[in-house]
């Protein structure tokens, strides 16, 4: 596309780019929300199949923001050679694929792995600088034209703009705001993830066991109505301080999302140690706690996996551990 050129955006799309801004304002400086937010309108504002936001990480490109077919991909890892997004961060220029079976600058097994046949991609500017990729994905060959181009181009100013009111510091404190959760200061869902990949990645290699644990809040939903969302917010950062309390600096404690939590004990001394610190982290959960005259309860429900005796396989240890919270919850729900 010439730079020079008029690209005619419909009324409905450019009027949904203008109110996303509106949309990013009331995220403050939450960059991993607001990563996630642009992701998921990008996708629907280019008709796309899946988003992504990569951010660059020493010789990595890492998924920070996933959506639609990539969603499971969220906190992949790749090298930043050999890839259409590390191209696009070296020239610094918008690069689009048409069919990634024929293109030779594309990792075609990643490619083939989230089922995408063509993409654009659009570099991230921070201070003059490449950070990262906004990237629409399509599963179908030739997918996207000049009109989705600009849309792309005008989205990742948005993002650039979020990147300097987030953080004016330098460049490590952007990637600290993009990997983790604004209110409480835990990882978020995509650091969470990215270590989760590398974990078993390292745990295997060395044959160690890792841990895998999921918690919900129980009770959230009558703090917010009885009390309202101040001391909702209140009881959230008081349980993600107990989380962290009982965490080593090797694991990982995240707020994967509302009052969801997760925690990768990295290494864990086999099931019996997986269920040793599960009692210490109900302990805590089940401390009083006193906000402003009110008492609050932290009650939760936990679930857990282990590697390699459950599973060796990413998706599988999540899921077991979902599930196993959930059960647990259903067992502690009044009849």
Known sequence: MDEGSQIEIDRSRLLAIIRLQTEISKLGLDLGKVLSLVTQKSMELT??????????????????????????????????????????????TLLYCEDSETDPRVNRLVCRTIGLR????????????SVGVLKVLSTNPAHFSVVEEE???????????????????????????????????????SLFTDRLRN?????????????IIIVDMDGLKSI?????????????????????????????????GGDEFGILLNPVEGPDGLKAFEERLLEQFNRPLSIEGQNLS?????????????????????????RRMYEQKRQRKPV
């Open 47 to 92: 008709l796309a199949d899946g988003a992504v936001v990569e951010l660059v990480e020493g010789d990595s490109m890492v998924y920070r923001a996933a959506c639609g077919v990539a969603s499971s991909q969220l906190g992949l890892r790749l090298p930043l050679f050999g890839s259409l997004s590390g191209l696009s961060v070296q020239t610094g």
């Open 118 to 129: 063509s993409m654009i991609v659009v570099p991230l500017v921070y201070e003059g600088q």
């Open 151 to 189: 849309i792309l181009r005008l989205l990742s100013e948005q993002i650039g703009a979020s990147l300097y009111f987030a953080t004016q510091y330098n460049i490590d404190e952007l990637y600290f705001r993009a990997s983790h959760d604004e209110m409480t200061g835990l990882a978020n869902r």
């Open 199 to 211: 974990g078993i990645i390292a745990a295997g290699r060395l044959q160690i066991s890792m841990g």
């Open 224 to 256: 917010n109505d009885s009390l309202g969302h101040r001391f909702g917010d209140l009881a959230i950062r008081e349980l993600a301080l107990r989380i962290n309390r009982e965490t080593r600096t090797s694991d990982t404690a995240a707020r994967l």
């Open 298 to 322: 932290l009650a939760a429900s936990l679930g857990s996996s282990i590697f390699p005796h459950d599973s060796m396989e990413f998706q599988s240890l999540l899921d077991t551990a979902d």
